[in-house]
């Protein structure tokens, strides 16, 4: 059972145009949310984050939307750098009154950008 | 600097073996995380500590087994009774959740290969 769905395996953006990488989730009780970035032999970097009682947060060329209506947020990066290509990783948390510090990790979506 | 240092970046192990994968964070952080990384399947969480001798089994304890005795350092053992354990391994911290909201922050992982 997966609560955190990153549909698209892969994207592949030209540089200079805008990435957009979507996750769905499951449980209405998350209140946290995540994006990483991956390089191959690495481990991931924080990147940015958004509390559910917001619905945008920009960090610099990141920003990060969130529908909570639809469980659906999306990673949106302008302009697209070939630095930027790595594997995204989505991620949730519950409350903290939950008293358990688990993040659920989405499988993670493969950005290319294309010279 | 602070962070998170996990050892050794590349470990071979002769099937029947038991191997310790080390991770030390001086961070000051309260929790501690195990997770495994293979192709298309994402983060899959091994085991958490959330506070020193104390800690929880994940998603796929099954074959692995951890220690907490020291609050800088939460060691790995993949056992014998583990079945697939070439992976990568990737170890994470973070603060205390009733501090408010964090991310968690990630070694850079140890391969593991079976010869």
């Known amino acids: 059972d997966q609560q955190v769905k990153q549909n698209s395996p892969s994207l592949s953006v030209q540089e200079g145009r805008i990435s957009i990488l979507n996750c769905d989730y499951t449980?209405?009780?998350?209140?946290?949310f995540l994006w990483y970035k991956k390089y191959p032999a690495e481990g991931p970097t924080f990147l940015i984050s958004i509390s559910s009682i917001k619905d945008k947060n920009e960090d610099g060329r990141f920003t990060v939307f969130l529908n909570k209506s639809a469980k659906h947020l999306s990673l949106h990066i302008v302009p697209s750098q070939p630095g930027d290509s790595a594997v995204y990783f989505c991620?949730?948390?519950?409350?903290?009154?939950?008293?358990?510090?688990?993040?659920?990790f989405g499988k993670g979506t493969r950005l290319h950008i294309l010279p | 600097d602070g962070g998170i240092t996990q050892s050794p970046k590349y470990l071979f192990r002769k099937e029947g073996q038991n191997v310790t994968l080390s991770c030390e964070q001086n961070?000051?952080?309260?929790?501690m995380y195990w997770y495994r990384q293979d192709p298309g399947q994402g983060l899959r969480l091994i085991y958490y500590?959330?506070?020193?001798?104390?800690?929880q089994k994940g998603d796929i304890a099954e074959g692995y087994s951890v220690s907490r005795e020291k609050k800088e350092s939460f060691p790995l053992t993949v056992t014998s009774a583990q079945k697939n354990p070439t992976a990568f391994y990737l170890c994470?911290?973070?603060?205390?959740?009733?501090?408010?909201?964090?991310?968690?922050?990630f070694g850079d992982g140890t391969r593991l290969s079976i010869l």
């Open positions: 500590s959330q506070i020193v001798n104390d800690f």
């Open positions: 961070l000051n952080h309260d929790a």
């Open positions: 994470a911290s973070s603060p205390d959740r009733n501090r408010g909201n964090q991310p968690q922050h």
């Open positions: 991620a949730a948390s519950l409350p903290a009154l939950n008293r358990d510090d688990k993040i659920i």
């Open positions: 449980n209405s009780m998350f209140d946290y």
